[in-house]
């Protein structure tokens, strides 16, 4: 017996938004059975966007159920049968946490359509739901509304139970692909589950707690690739759980990584758990008028143009700005020497540190190699590849350093930028997150980076 589940949320994160729409179609395999259908008060606001995507605003959840009044309820429906959503994660993280805040335990055995649909039906543009209903055939009724979207998914479900000539949904429910090196503790079913996606893995032991903390383009890849060498049969032997948290923008994965790896402390992160910020690029203007740089320690008082933690890091940095601007190693700090810098006698330097450029004209070129830089109070977003086709990632930078980000609808647009603003998730500031910033932002064009006004 398959459970199909949608839900509808007041945002994109299972750890600080909650549940205000849930539908549950049945399945016995051969047509649907029968269905569920709650509104849910998640004793909060709902979010104008969400109200604008969903059509579901407070005052319609004045006097519905919490999840805890119907936890029994619902428990009792899904159990012992397979949960089956698209994008199965999103709404099985939801579910299993609003279970968890009533002290109940909810493991299902779990498929997700959008997996299940690029194995049977392979070849579509895309494997979004409204998509895939359109190339289907399949009438969806109020699109992003619970039971709509759960009963288009039930059909598109059977459907795919009919196609499946190779039994993929038999394999994956059984767990009977390919024998796979995985570590003792991890079940062949765990393995499957792993998304074939960008974002961020966690590994726990027997207890529960984190011993490691990552980021992959392919975490269901990446996973394997933990455990060909011999230097890892500690952390083989160790792991008992894996669990992930998707973003589809690989700069939100690296962030996040960074971010996690400061707040867990994770047993295997040796190397990352130890950055700190402690160099810097700064700039000043000698006698002569000439933008000099020059890497420092950072110290109280003197803000730095960017910052690293290692020398080589800084070091690294500024050389690449002198090739890339035409900029005096001399000026710059890289070289040395009384004279003229060594790059001038090859023709490499256009001669600042001999007088033979003007202070003016090569100021401008000094300028523009940092204009990326942060400035104090500076806002702005970067709008990037979200999780799923049909949203985009959103993440709020100030100065430089991440200070929150959620995931918005591409069919909405940025006119109202203090209400999406408003609905992402804060984060606590982690220095990691600007150096990553730094080498990043020069893949964004401008279309994706919208600055905002002082807080």
Request: proline share 3%.
């Amino acid at each position: 017996m398959y459970a199909i589940v949608d839900i509808e949320t007041t945002g994109g994160f299972s750890a600080n938004n909650r549940i205000i729409e849930i539908a549950v179609v049945f399945h016995d395999g051969q047509k649907i059975t029968g269905h569920y259908e709650r509104l849910l008060d998640p004793c909060r606001s709902v979010p104008g966007f969400i109200t604008g995507l969903t059509g579901i605003d407070s005052g319609m959840l004045e006097g519905a159920p919490t999840f805890a009044q119907v936890a029994d309820e619902l428990l009792e429906l899904l159990e012992g049968k397979i949960f089956v959503a698209h994008n199965v994660s999103f709404d099985y993280n939801f579910i299993k946490r609003e279970f968890e805040q009533v002290n109940k335990v909810f493991k299902p055995k779990r498929l997700c359509t959008v997996r299940l649909s690029r194995k049977i039906f392979p070849g579509l543009k895309s494997y979004s739901l409204g998509r895939l209903c359109e190339s289907r055939g399949i009438q969806v009724n109020d699109r992003h509304r619970a039971l709509g979207d759960a009963w288009a998914t039930a059909i598109l479900f059977g459907q795919l139970l009919q196609a499946d000539e190779l039994e993929e949904i038999s394999q994956s429910v059984k767990g009977r692909n390919k024998s796979l090196s995985l570590p003792p503790n991890i079940s062949q079913e765990q393995f499957e589950q792993l998304p074939q996606a960008t974002g961020v893995y966690y590994f726990h032991d027997k207890i529960g707690k984190v011993i490691y903390v990552g980021k992959a383009l392919n975490i269901k890849s990446r996973f394997m690739g933990h455990f060909t060498g011999k230097s890892k049969i500690n952390l083989k032997s160790e792991i008992f759980d894996v669990s992930y948290e998707l973003t589809g923008s690989e700069l939100l994965a690296l962030l996040l990584e960074a971010m996690e790896i400061k707040r867990l402390w994770p047993k295997y992160n040796r190397s990352l758990k130890v950055r700190s910020v402690s160099w810097g690029i700064y700039s000043y203007l000698d006698q002569e008028g000439y933008t000099r740089f020059q890497i420092n320690k950072i110290f109280p008082g003197v803000k730095p143009l960017m910052t690293f933690s290692h020398h080589a890091e800084a070091w690294k940095h500024l050389s690449d700005k002198i090739e890339s601007f035409d900029l005096c190693p001399k000026l710059s700090g890289i070289q040395k020497t009384s004279e003229a810098c060594y790059d001038f006698q090859f023709g490499k330097c256009k001669g600042a540190c001999c007088g033979m450029e003007s202070f003016d004209v090569y100021n401008q070129r000094a300028d523009c190699a940092f204009e990326n830089s942060f400035g104090e109070g500076e806002r702005f977003l970067i709008k990037d590849k979200g999780r799923r086709p049909e949203e985009d990632a959103v993440l709020l930078f100030e100065e430089g350093f991440l200070a929150a980000f959620g995931y918005i609808e591409t069919a909405l647009d940025f006119d109202h930028v203090q209400e999406v603003v408003a609905c992402l998730k804060p984060v606590k500031r982690v220095a990691e997150t600007r150096l990553l910033l730094q080498s990043f932002i020069s893949r964004f064009s401008t279309e994706h980076i919208i600055h905002l006004g002082p807080d």
